[in-house]
Nanobody, 127 residues
Framework: QLQLVESGGGLVQPGGSLRLSCAAS????????IGWFRQAPGKEREGVSR????????NYVDSVKGRFTISRDNAKNTVYLQMRSLKPEDTAVYYC????????????????????WGQGTQVTVSS
């Protein structure tokens, strides 16, 4: 069964850090671009960051630039999202998704470009 599983979410104070993991089972991530998306209550899902299959190219939306870092360890079949200087507005359910490299080079965070999705992990930033 092809599956993505996110972990690492939780409750953190403003200014704190979390590292999210996206682990694949049933398939290898080596040939897939990975995107991280988030959805806050009452808001639409939005793209946050993406990385191409080799890991040499990354992209971030303006709201997280300089605070979030996406990386991948293909040997562990896992992609990470390191989040620092977290703000209350980062509160959301975070999802990872896998797609072909077209999903990265499309130039946008189009959910339709991604084939596999995880179930999400809750991130809450609050004092």
């Amino acid at each position: 069964q092809l599956q993505l599983v996110e972990s690492g979410g939780g409750l953190v104070q403003p200014g704190g850090s979390l590292r999210l993991s996206c682990a694949a089972s049933g398939f290898t991530l080596d040939y897939y671009a990975i995107g991280w998306f988030r959805q806050a209550p009452g808001k639409e899902r939005e793209g946050v960051s993406r990385i191409n299959s080799s890991g040499r190219n990354t992209n971030y939306v303006d709201s997280v630039k300089g605070r979030f870092t996406i990386s991948r360890d293909n040997a562990k079949n896992t992609v990470y999202l390191q989040m620092r200087s977290l703000k209350p507005e980062d509160t959301a359910v975070y999802y990872c998704a896998a797609g072909g490299d077209r999903a990265y080079y499309s130039g946008s965070y189009d959910p339709g470009q991604f084939d596999y999705w995880g179930q999400g992990t809750q991130v809450t930033v609050s004092s």
